[in-house]
């Protein structure tokens, strides 16, 4: 058994996972998720609240699992570039959908469970992010890291940069243990941040309310990727200059000192999209954001969305050099961007501009921010 886990191991690190560690496939975190649920910090992510029962055990996602592997690929990038005053993205963002790209890399590892077990495609079952399955949670009972304060999986090889992938198995291999022996059983997030609370305290709109409990509500990742309505007033200041996404809580960790170049395999960088100027993103059309995004999981924002974010920067990066296409936009077609672009221009002092436009406006998004600027 130990030879054909460590086979398995070396063949997976070859596929270009960066990290390969086992797990045993038991009941494990039902009751955790039920308390977050319950406090409704997964906003209007209903996806969450499916398959409860199934996320707190494996068996339930593939009968007779007695194995998960748990793969992380690394996407750190130790010399980032950035333009001067341009748009912030989250890194991942700043790939190809990491879903599709990491998907080849499990179809591959499949084919070796199979030979390697002389098992069918029945026996195993993988999933990068979507399935029915607590990464995050069993990458730390597997070892590849623990649970931070900012809710993240932190790994001592990779900082806070890991894509975390599930390979359940039938097949029963010996599990590798959490990073230290004072964690097993145990899931407590912060436990080896010792002191340490700098995400806490650097999140720019204060979503972190407890060690390791994200208010998604309040959360810039969620409210410029997950919401798909308007943002609210209160937390457009903290949004800054995130356009999609938001990796402050991440970017802060000092466990990021043992951050490493992804091998990208599993990868392929799209880094022109952090080249974009706010200009450019504010007068992209239909057929130039399917041509920019493709095949990257910024297009699931939809170009409303992106033009909802981008509104909100312009704003908070007193922007003027933009307050022309913004005034445009105030009479977009889609009333949630009309409304964002409303806002923008008031903030950057552009309002009388708009009172020919707000004669012809009926929607009530929209009149909400003329009326909450003007009185
Ligand atoms: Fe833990 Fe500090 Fe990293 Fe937050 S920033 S996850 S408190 S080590």
Redesign the pocket.
Known sequence: MFEQREELRRRLLALGFDEVRFARAEPAFGDQLKTWLAAGHQAEMAWIERATEKRGDPRLVLPGARTMVMLGVNYGTLHEKREDGAPLWARYALHEDYHDTIKPGLVAAGKVVEELFDAGPEDYRYYVDTGPVQERGWASRAGLGFT???A?L?SRRFG?WLFLATLLLKEELEPDGPLVASMIGRDEP?M???K?????D?CPTAAIVE?GVVDARRCVSYQTIENKGVIPRELRGGVGAHIYGCDV?LE????NRFAQEARRVLLTVRGEIAELSLQEILELTPARFAEVFRKTAIKRVKLAGLLRNACIVAANTQSTDCLEVLVRLAGDAVPLVRAHAVWAVARLGGFERLVAVRARETDPAVLAEYTAETG
């Open positions: 931070g304060k900012n993240m932190i806070n912060g080896l941040c010792g340490c609370t700098r995400c806490i650097a060690p809580c802060v960790c000092p466990w």
